[in-house]
């Protein structure tokens, strides 16, 4: 199993920027495929970002394309989201997640193939 704790949320106003961040215990960090999830009040969980273990790849959803940026640091087993030009719709709690094995690209979003998830952190953007 993987333990993963998200750090990096809070209150911004629209246009802000912040950068969520991930550390991994428990395994081979740089085995896995890691990514980030969010959820907002009401709303299902939705796929936000992801990226390969080799770092070379990665995946966006559309509505964030171009302003988040996903990244990893294998030597600090840390996955890092940074998000600019934050807007009021990005509000939600942001989830970090791992996959020990390969994934179709068209599987990204789907997030019943992720193997562990984080308990998640708040980020708030106001207009």
């Known amino acids: 199993q993987v333990q993963l704790v998200e750090s990096g949320g809070g209150l911004v106003q629209a246009g802000d920027s912040l950068r969520l961040s991930c550390v991994a215990s428990g395994r081979t960090f740089s085995n896995l495929i890691m990514g980030w999830f969010r959820q907002a009040p009401g709303k299902e969980r939705e796929f936000v970002a992801a990226?390969?273990?080799?770092?070379?790849?990665?995946l966006y959803t559309d509505s964030v394309k171009g302003r988040f940026t996903i990244s990893r640091d294998n030597a600090k087993n840390t996955v890092y989201l940074q998000m600019n030009s934050l807007k009021p719709e990005d509000t939600a709690v942001y989830y970090c997640?791992?996959?020990?094995?390969?994934?179709?690209?068209?599987?990204?979003?789907?997030?019943?193939?992720?193997?562990?998830w984080g308990q998640g952190t708040q980020v708030t953007v106001s207009s």
């Open positions: 990226i390969k273990w080799t770092g070379d790849s990665t």
């Open positions: 997640v791992s996959r020990r094995s390969a994934l179709f690209t068209w599987e990204y979003g789907n997030r019943s193939k992720y193997d562990d």
